[in-house]
T-cell receptor, first 113, second 112 residues
Framework: NAGVTQTPKFQVLKTGQSMTLQCAQDMNHNSMYWYRQDPGMGLRLIYYSASEGTTDKGEVPNGYNVSRLNKREFSLRLESAAPSQTSVYFC????????????FGQGTRLTVV | EDQVTQSPEALRLQEGESSSLNCSYTVSGLRGLFWYRQDPGKGPEFLFTLYSAGEEKEKERLKATLTKKESFLHITAPKPEDSATYLCAVQAPSGGSYIPTFGRGTSLIVHP
């Protein structure tokens, strides 16, 4: 049972380049999330998808777009990367949005130069 | 202003030296408080969920408690393998959603 799988694990981008971070879960969860984690800032929610076909902004959505491709997959896109988007990105999933533990992927370490 | 505040930011203990980590929150209508453990280079891993004041949960050397304003994660006789960052998250109504808000974490190092 793989749980939540993120690709890639590491990425270096030049300012202005675009890329998509992929996330897939095999637990049949309804809800999926994208967080970024910066030193001293904790986990901050970028976007989430409460269920297939819906997406909503989190605390720090600017500069990002998301797609809930199907129930299993939730991707995060950076259209024009900026150095301020250098961070570790985590995807997570929960059965539903209420009162349930989250399962996290291993993270993607992104550096924008 | 942070809704979830964890203290201390960092804690160094000797093996066997018991201590507590604190998570204080200011949200209204708490639906759940979660504790996670995060090892370097990995994603957070779930430890406990607490729902109401007075509730306690235990797992090996860890015990989590909850009051109306804060939660404590008590670590009894810690071992070096307990070294990790411990994250707290609270779930409460916010703008029509119930997405948990995370604290900044406490980095724990246990020396042998």
């Amino acid at each position: 049972n793989a749980g939540v799988t993120q690709t890639p694990k590491f990425q270096v981008l030049k300012t202005g380049q675009s890329m998509t971070l992929q996330c897939a879960q095999d637990m049949n969860h309804n809800s999926m999330y994208w967080y970024r984690q910066d030193p001293g800032m904790g986990l901050r929610l970028i976007y989430y998808s409460a269920s297939e076909g819906t997406t909503d902004k989190g605390e720090v959505p600017n500069g990002y777009n998301v797609s809930r491709l199907n129930k299993r997959e939730f991707s995060l896109r950076l259209e024009s990367a900026a150095p301020s988007q250098t961070s570790v990105y985590f995807c997570a999933s929960t059965p539903v949005t209420m009162n349930t533990e989250a399962f996290f992927g291993q993270g993607t370490r992104l550096t924008v130069v | 202003e942070d809704q979830v505040t964890q203290s201390p930011e960092a804690l160094r203990l000797q093996e066997g030296e018991s201590s507590s980590l604190n998570c204080s929150y200011t949200v209204s209508g708490l639906r759940g408080l979660f504790w996670y453990r995060q090892d370097p280079g990995k994603g957070p891993e779930f430890l406990f969920t607490l729902y109401s004041a007075g509730e306690e949960k235990e797992k090996e050397r860890l015990k989590a408690t909850l009051t109306k304003k804060e939660s404590f994660l008590h670590i009894t006789a810690p071992k070096p393998e307990d070294s990790a960052t411990y994250l707290c998250a609270v779930q409460a109504p916010s703008g029509g959603s119930y997405i948990p808000t995370f604290g900044r974490g406490t980095s724990l190092i246990v020396h042998p």
